[in-house]
């Protein structure tokens, strides 16, 4: 599937932008603090209606006065406003036009704290996590390096991603596991201060138990799914001989989940907080037998970084029968030139990508025929130079 | 649209109060606001009066805890209901959604919530003793008609902990496809849901048959 064209107000220091994309590479460049991320941002929240750099989403909400207009462009300042505004909110509002497979879709989305609202081809969602699917993406931020030698959320939060955009049963599942944690995690506090009877918890028990074996049996058969794509690339990367191993590791298995609660519930009530579940897995990586997490160098770890998103990639199209997008989000300054040379090298044909950096030097690796460069200042897109080869 | 300030404020604690129910916006509140003062006195002051009215005379039902002016509501007053079966709900409103239904002939009991520790709600707020203390007159079947929420899904299955020892048939709606619906539109949740809660229709006379084990336990 691709992105063909943004529109969008309101995100961070960008103008209202309207911007047609290329199907292959799209190249956004500038200084840093231009809102070249804030682009990529802009499409992360169209796909997801989350940020990818902040828990708090209302930081992507332009930091301006409210009652912010424009005219043509150019900001309005605030004692010079039109007068009979309509009913202006600071907020995002953003749409894209998608093409994949099954047609032409139109994705729509208004976040005005606290509304936030979804759009498919004109009808309203009526829950906001139906949004996620129609606009599948693979995001591959600086942060995402980290994830052999990072802390376990990273590895969750990389299956969580990959799984929900092609399994809304397991999304559905994993929104209600949040939800049965955090009412647990309460209770536990209450049962500790003596707010609330002990027994109740056998109910939140098996709520936790039921939700999170759904989760874990996902969890394992991707993992497993995507153990032999990551061992592949990472052997086509400059010709390593190493073998990578990923091997799920569940917080606890399936049929002990139960017998292991009971055989925490003292400690969990004294620190009130759930230590048995799926909110504990972990994948293990290992190099040659050698856990990577200690032992694989920098370069390695990154290495297995960049392989594991484009094994993400390849298990999306394995799920969903084709590409998603491919968000790379200022990944090229961290990288030595052979690495880079083979992400580039890598980006497929068919995977619209898009790429954010100061580095003017990548334009000239990249296979120029198929890339649009936009060129970002002061949150303005200036150009759009396209070098489409259709 | 005009600011709240400019407007006189008799009327702008109107909008201010209509802006307080539940779905309306400001903009709405200020349609409905005009919309008041351009109607007659006499119609305002109907709509006054049935605003009081009903906060003066609508209580809880002593036996299900549903809506009524009397002291028993009429469902509970209807000779010709089923005694022996009671429907658990959450809220007084959803009688009148199953009522409406129809097809329902039992009892109601009305919970006045679910168990919610986030939001402070424990067993003991809801009105799960007066459930019990009607479980003494012979009981055949209650239905957890609890929402499908995390919430209302736990709510249901304290309450079977609770009822099981009872030795009485405990029941959940099932959750899935709407009615009329075709196969091939469902959402993949609601037809995920739907199979794991599927019942058994003939089991070729073969007890213990490891599909029967689906569905709530």
Redesign the interface.
């Known amino acids: 599937m691709y992105l063909r064209k943004l529109k969008g107000m309101g995100v961070r220091n960008l103008l209202p932008l309207e911007l047609e994309f290329n199907p292959k590479i799209n190249l956004f460049l500038g200084d840093n603090g231009a809102g070249k991320s804030n682009l990529l941002e802009a499409i992360y929240f169209l796909a997801t209606s989350r940020s990818f750099r902040t828990n708090q989403d209302q930081e992507m909400i332009q930091s301006t006065a409210p009652g912010r207009y424009y005219s043509d462009k150019v900001p309005v300042a605030a004692d010079h406003q039109p007068a009979n505004l309509p009913d202006y909110q600071p907020g995002i509002y953003l749409s894209g036009e998608v093409s994949a497979v099954d047609g032409d879709s139109k994705i729509e989305i208004l976040y005005q704290p606290p509304r936030k609202e979804a759009k498919i081809n004109g009808k309203p969602l009526s829950r906001l996590i139906d949004l996620i699917g129609h606009l599948r993406v693979v995001l591959f931020s600086v942060e995402d390096m980290a994830v052999i030698k990072g802390g376990p959320h990273l590895r969750r939060r990389f299956m969580d991603i990959s799984i929900s955009q092609t399994d809304p049963v397991y999304l559905n599942d994993l929104q209600r596991y949040i939800r049965i944690l955090k009412q647990r995690n309460r209770l536990l506090g209450e049962i500790r201060d003596r707010i609330e009877q002990e027994d109740l918890l056998d109910t939140f028990d098996e709520s936790l138990v039921k939700t999170g074996n759904a989760l874990i049996n996902k969890r394992r058969s991707m993992v497993s799914e995507i153990n032999p794509l990551v061992k592949g690339i990472y052997q086509e990367i400059g010709g390593s001989q190493k073998e990578v191993q990923l091997e799920y590791k569940p917080g606890v298995e399936e049929d002990d989940f139960l017998n292991r609660l009971r055989a925490k519930r003292r400690e969990e009530i004294r620190r009130g907080v759930s230590l048995v579940g799926p909110h504990r897995d972990e994948i293990a990586f290992t190099l040659d037998g050698m856990n990577a997490r200690a032992f694989a160098s920098e370069g390695e770890a990154r290495t297995i970084a960049i392989c594991l998103r484009l094994a993400g990639l390849e298990y999306i199209y394995q799920q969903s029968g084709e590409y998603p997008l491919l968000l790379l989000d200022d990944v090229f300054s961290e990288l030595d030139e052979h690495r880079k040379q083979y992400l580039i090298n890598s980006l497929q044909a068919d995977v619209q990508t898009f790429i954010t950096t100061a580095d003017e030097h990548v334009l000239k690796d990249l296979p120029l025929a198929n890339s649009s460069v936009f060129r970002v200042e002061k949150g303005e897109v200036v150009s759009g130079d396209r070098k489409v080869a259709k | 649209?005009p600011r709240a300030t400019i407007l006189p404020p008799s009327l702008a604690r109107l909008v201010n109060e209509l802006s307080k129910l539940p779905t309306v916006g400001?903009?709405t509140a200020h349609r409905l606001a005009f919309h008041i003062l351009n109607t007659h006195r006499e119609e305002v002051g109907k709509l006054a009066q049935a605003l009081l009215e009903v906060k003066d005379k609508i209580h809880f039902c002593r036996l299900c805890g549903g809506f009524t002016e009397q002291e028993f509501c009429a469902v509970c007053q209807d000779e010709t209901r089923e005694k022996s079966r009671i429907c658990v709900v959450e809220h007084s409103s959803d009688i009148i959604a199953i009522e409406r239904a129809g097809n329902f002939k039992g009892l109601y009991h009305v919970l006045g919530g679910a168990?919610?520790?986030?939001e402070g709600i424990?067993?003991g707020d809801l009105r799960i003793k007066e459930l019990l203390a009607r479980l003494d007159t012979p009981c055949q079947e209650i239905i957890l008609a609890t929402n499908l929420s995390?919430?209302g899904?736990?709510t249901a299955?304290?309450l079977t902990?609770l009822i099981k020892p009872l030795r009485i048939k405990i029941t959940r709606i099932a959750h899935g496809l709407p009615v009329g619906g075709n196969l091939e539109y469902a959402?993949?949740?609601t037809l995920?849901k739907a199979m794991e809660g599927r019942r058994l229709i003939s089991d070729f006379g073969m007890r213990n048959a490891d599909y029967t084990q689906h569905g709530h336990k």
Request: aromatic fraction near 4%.
């Open positions: 649209m400001p903009k168990i919610s520790p986030l424990s067993p995390v919430e899904e736990a299955l304290y902990r959402d993949e949740v995920a």
